[in-house]
């Protein structure tokens, strides 16, 4: 690659935030954005946990774990503002952090929905709002969503993660139409199956999990590691021009017949 191509994906002089970046596709995200250059706040319900600020920092950068629980509206309110005084600014926003709960829609209990619906969609809502607030003042900035192949698709036995990522879909596109023209770009990414924690009850179903691995055009789970030039990609300016758009990770699963 040429310096001009390096360059253009460079995040050098960054600050990033990344939510859930403990493990699964949080952490190679927020691994990769820290050696594309940027320096890191990791937002995270559990701060006694270094294990990633200490693996970022063995690269160089700064890097500062910060609280986030993403089930608690008031800790989501809290958690731009920290990343502000701890950093001092911030250019990109990953709101990756999720759960999954599932249960027959018939038996689907209320408790969930609702936690579901905070976790999945409220969080983003609520931390994507208080990072472009800053960043619209700024004229610039980057806020990347997870979504999933549920935004687009129903899914089975998980109603509400499936209206939660719908929603997030949406308001990626709804916050893109507001921001686009004060230099904030809005987009999404969106993991097909991936071998991370959530799916691992899931993967432990030999029959079902063979019927999805038929599925999927590349014959194969996602990795964490496959996230990290989409998301690098996104936050870069490598994508100044893209908003309001959701990258679909899934090793073909969305466009097969
Ligand atoms: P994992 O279950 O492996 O990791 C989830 C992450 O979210 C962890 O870092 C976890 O932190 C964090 N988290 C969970 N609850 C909270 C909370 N209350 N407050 C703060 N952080 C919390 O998930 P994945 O890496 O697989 O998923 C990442 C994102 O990708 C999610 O948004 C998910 O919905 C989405 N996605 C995943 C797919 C897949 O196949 N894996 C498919 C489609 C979308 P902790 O370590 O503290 O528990």
Redesign the pocket.
Known sequence: MSASHLALFSLQGKIAAV?????????AMAIALAEAGADIAL????VA?TEVRDEIRALGRKCEVLH?????HE?CTKAIPAVLEAMGDIDILI??????KRHKSIDFPDDDFNIVLQ??LK?VWTLSQAAGRHMVQKRSGKIIN?????SFQGGINVPA?AAA?GAVATVIKALSNEWASQGVNVNGI??????????SALMQDQTRYRQLLERIPQGR??T?EDFKGAVVYLASNASNYVNGEILVVDGGWMGKF
């Open positions: 939510s859930g970046g403990t493990r699964g596709i949080g952490k937002l995270q319900r559990d946990n986030l629980d993403i089930a608690d800790s709101n990756n952090a999720g759960i999954q976790c999945n969080s997870t979504a999933s192949l549920l993660y990522k969106a993991p097909g199956y991936i071998d991370t924690d959530m799916n789970f996602g964490p």
